[in-house]
């Protein structure tokens, strides 16, 4: 059974690195950024992107699938060889950890009456086939961890409510109309415009175009790190406001994406181990002082075949600290 400040911790606001998850409860550990929040950075109300108080009462319900443990309305069937989603699930259920386990199908009703559910963990499995009506009955949904599995595109219909889709290490070459070179055929569908954190590492993404973020204006964290990505089209990152943290490390960019310094808020890019060969004064940092509203604090660049004595030391202007710079030797 969990102890109890694994649930707290959904709650709590704490610092972090740029992320890099290695275990499925580092993002308890990384809601917080060490960045302007919402208020700070629009003056706009915002919510805290986490279930009611009410929510995290104890319960006294009889269902608890065998095998899992259940408790404070935490249901966890990670490690259990599960082959489908069991049944008996309890219908006030928040949170539903199913890591590690053999899955490999969705079904339909697999999901049905789960109104409250908040979060959903799906790590790590085989699933390859999801049916179009699977994640319907949950309305309230905001956190699906769907990683490490067989998935060749993004799921169809996906909540509304959704504000976090983790899908990276998948099989991904081709994704929604309006995300990142997506699919061209007439049923295609769009991700949520809720999300404001949304990765997709790992897969095979090979470019973003114009149209690709048109949508996403919300976003405030975008992984798009191991892909195959060459190209990212002029203009295609104006329509992030609010980006905080880019990855697009371990692609194949030739040169350091437009945009960025267009970017008020935005604090870490990931650019290393790329092919870029040249980094020119202003691109990173906006023309003028007073522009940007938030410094970075983290610049990677490392593993590319920039020769770093020639870039100029004003490249980098608008960096809190000049250990932010991370250049290292290009061996190829």
């Avoid at 309305?139 to 959704?162: A, T």
């Avoid at 329509?239 to 310094?261: W, Y």
């Avoid at 935005?266 to 522009?291: A, E, M, R, S, W």
């Avoid at 590319?304 to 932010?324: K, M, S």
């Amino acid at each position: 059974m969990w102890p109890l400040w694994l649930l707290a911790s959904l709650l709590a606001l704490s610092q972090a690195l740029p992320f890099e998850q290695k275990g499925f409860w580092d993002f308890t550990l990384d809601d917080g950024l060490p960045m302007l929040n919402d208020e700070e950075a629009s003056g706009a109300e915002t919510t805290s992107g986490v279930p009611d108080l009410d929510s995290l009462t104890p319960t006294f319900s009889a269902m608890c699938p065998f095998g899992c443990h259940c408790h404070l309305r935490v249901v966890q069937c990670s490690d259990l060889g599960l082959k489908a989603v069991p049944k008996e699930i309890s219908p006030d259920t928040t949170l539903l950890d199913l890591q590690n386990n053999g899955i490999s199908e969705l079904r339909r009703d697999d999901f049905k009456g789960l109104q409250h559910l908040y979060a959903l963990v799906l790590v790590n499995n085989k699933i390859s086939k999801i049916h179009e009506k699977a994640f319907s009955p949950l309305r309230k949904l905001q956190k699906l961890y769907i990683s490490k599995n067989h998935l060749v595109e993004i799921p169809p219909n996906l909540p509304s409510s959704l504000v976090e889709l983790r899908i990276h290490d998948n099989r991904i070459r081709k994704v929604p109309k309006g995300v990142f070179s997506g699919l061209r055929s007439m049923n295609c569908i769009d991700l949520p415009e809720t999300l404001n954190e949304l990765h997709l590492d790992h897969n095979k993404i090979q470019a973003i175009e114009l149209e690709d973020l048109l949508r996403y204006s919300k976003l405030y964290r975008l992984g798009l790190g191991h892909n195959q990505i060459r190209m990212i089209e002029n203009g295609s990152l104006s329509f992030l406001p609010t980006l905080r943290e880019l990855h697009l490390d371990n692609n194949k960019l030739s040169r350091v994406p437009s945009g960025l310094p267009d970017l008020k808020l935005l604090q870490v890019v990931y650019l290393h181990t790329n092919n870029i060969t040249k980094v020119g004064v202003n691109d990173f940092c906006p023309v003028g002082f007073g522009v940007k509203r938030a410094y970075y604090n983290g610049i990677s660049l490392f593993n590319n075949p920039v020769p770093y004595w020639e870039v100029q030391p004003a490249t980098f202007r608008c960096v809190t600290d000049r250990l932010a710079i991370q250049f290292g030797n290009y061996k190829k």
